[in-house]
Nanobody, 115 residues
């Protein structure tokens, strides 16, 4: 069973940057897609970014041009680089892995952007 552990959350000022990491257990990391969702207080969880096995990426319109998702298969880790952060980016960020048996989630990491 794959387990995901996120890190890198914290408090950052508007306009600043932050890097989130998601480390996955297991030996088949390179064989599945990964991604990030986020959930702000009182709102539903929403898609942020995804990276396929091939390395191709997709982004929500709200973060396109500001966030970059990459993966390091040797380290079983994906990285979400967040630039030009806005207060509306404040949320708990969840990493996910798309496995043959379904989607697996990490525990989440809080990102708070102060204005």
């Amino acid at each position: 069973q794959v387990q995901l552990v996120e890190s890198g959350g914290g408090l950052v000022q508007a306009g600043g940057s932050r890097r989130l990491s998601c480390a996955a257990s297991g030996r088949t990391f390179s064989s599945y897609g990964m991604g990030w969702f986020r959930q702000a207080p009182g709102k539903e969880r929403e898609f942020v970014a995804a990276i396929r096995r091939s390395g191709s990426t997709s982004y929500a319109d709200s973060v396109k041009g500001r966030f970059t998702l990459s993966r390091d298969n040797a380290k079983n880790t994906v990285f979400l680089f967040m630039n030009s952060l806005k207060p509306e980016d404040t949320a708990v960020y969840y990493c996910n892995a798309d496995l043959p048996k379904g989607r697996t989630w990490g525990q989440g990491t809080q990102v708070t952007v102060s204005s």
